[in-house]
């Protein structure tokens, strides 16, 4: 449908509809106005369409709610949002977003959590030693202060970024994380936490307000628990889930 009104349809369909209105009544005065039928025809389904949008918005929260085992948070992040005059307009815009403690509590807790960082589950522990041995030395490796006693649960990862096609000409940017042990197919190996259009990117900003959510994934996973603030350095609310859980253990302690 917004394809259908974007791309002129909706002003032509509109235009013949007003053609005839104009020949069969005074809807709109007299004589009757063409062109103002044929504006407020518009305007009125664009009303239609956004009132649409809204409601499937909410009845796509819903169905998340009572469907999906992992529930999506929201960050603001610096977007450019179009006006409904056609203008692009820069603005802080909630965006949805996983948070990777909540997949991995979710893994843990179903089994399979050993099964994300190695290709042979009962082997997790041993390739993450192995890969932490290959980074000794190198420049990165001593800002983590990891001691060798924490090398088997210390899941080393890494973040991907890339412009995927959407539809037609359209893309959007999707961030994702994997783990450094483990090879395979990306729909069984990586973790896409959050995506934007790239029509909505500002450019210096957006990019970097998501290297900034990164950082403080990172922070957090390092700890092995559940964060204890939330990404603006916030104390979550009391009485929600996010406040009961802060400081537990999300993996078991990895």
Partial sequence: ??????????????????????????????????????????DFMMQVFN?????????????????????????????????????GLEMMKDTAIIWPWDFFAYLWKNGKFLQWIADDPNQAA???????????????????????DQYGSCVPVFFHTDGVKIYKNQKAWV?????????G??????????????AMVVKS?????IGRLAGYIMDTLMTGRFPTRDSE?????????????????FAGGY
């Fill in 205 to 209: 900003k957006t990019h970097d307000a």
């Fill in 51 to 87: 009132r649409i949008k809204h409601i499937w918005t909410l009845h796509s929260l819903r169905w998340c709610k009572v469907v999906c085992f992992i529930q999506p948070s929201s960050v603001e992040i610096p977007l450019l949002v179009t006006t409904s005059d056609g203008d």
């Fill in 126 to 148: 041993d390739r993450n030693i192995e890969c932490w041995n290959h980074c000794e030395g190198l420049e990165f490796f001593d800002q983590l202060q990891l001691s060798p």
């Fill in 233 to 249: 350095g916030n104390p979550f609310p009391p009485g929600t889930q996010s406040a009961e859980r802060a400081g537990q253990y």
């Fill in 175 to 183: 961030y994702s994380m994997s783990s450094a042990c483990r090879k």
């Fill in 185 to 198: 197919p990306s729909m069984s190996t990586k973790m896409v936490f959050i995506l934007v259009r790239d």
């Fill in 1 to 42: 449908m917004t394809r259908w009104l974007r791309g002129g349809h909706a002003e032509r369909s509109f235009s013949r509809l007003a053609n005839w209105l104009s020949k069969t009544s005074d809807l709109f005065g007299s004589p009757c106005s063409t062109n103002r039928i044929s504006i407020v025809s518009t």
